[in-house]
C-alpha cells in the first residue's frame, strides 16, 4: 500500500500532531467557588402556612395514599417491605402471647409488652413511610414521563 501524497499547504504530521489532542474531551467546568462555613447549601422550602393541611387531613391523605399502594397493579413493593410487614406483624402477635399468655408476671409483663408494641410500632411506621415516599416518586415519574 502507498502513502497518499501529502498536500503541499498542510504542514507534515509530526510525532506530537499525529496524536488527537484529548483537550477537549477533558475541559473542567468552571470552577465553583467553595461555600463558607456554616453555609446550608440547599435551604428547605418551607411551606406556606395557609397551604398545609391539618394533621387528620395529612392521616386521610397518608391512609389513602397507602390504600392505593396496595392496591396498584404498575406498582410493585419493595422486598424489604414484602418480607418485613408480615414479620412486624408477626412480632405484634408474638409479642402479646409471650407476655399476656406465657410470661405473666403482674408488674413486670405489661410494662414490657407496651414498650416492645412501642418499638414495633415506630419500626412498623418506618418502614412504611420509606415505601410510600417511594411511591410517591413513582408517582412522580409515571406522571412525568406518561406511563
Not at 36 to 58: E, I, M, N, T, Y
Not at 72 to 83: G, H, P
Request: glycine share 4%; with cysteine.
Amino acid at each position: 500500500m502507498t502513502d497518499p501524497l501529502p498536500d503541499d499547504d498542510l504542514p507534515a504530521p509530526t510525532r506530537e500532531r499525529a496524536r488527537r489532542s484529548t483537550a477537549l474531551a477533558i475541559l473542567q467546568p468552571d470552577p465553583v467557588p467553595a461555600p463558607p462555613d456554616g453555609a446550608v447549601l440547599h435551604p428547605l422550602v418551607v411551606p406556606d402556612p395557609a397551604s398545609r393541611k391539618w394533621f387528620l387531613a395529612q392521616l386521610a391523605d397518608e391512609a389513602r395514599l397507602s390504600a392505593r399502594m396496595y392496591f396498584d397493579s404498575r406498582y410493585r413493593v419493595s422486598r424489604t417491605f414484602q418480607l418485613l410487614l408480615p414479620v412486624v406483624i408477626g412480632l405484634f402477635a408474638l409479642n402479646y402471647f409471650f407476655f399476656a399468655v406465657w410470661f405473666s408476671f403482674p408488674v413486670v409483663s405489661p410494662v414490657i409488652e407496651r414498650v416492645g408494641c412501642v418499638l414495633l410500632g415506630v419500626f412498623l411506621y418506618k418502614l412504611l413511610t420509606r415505601e410510600l415516599a417511594r411511591y410517591r416518586d413513582v408517582l412522580d415519574y409515571m406522571a412525568r414521563y406518561g406511563r
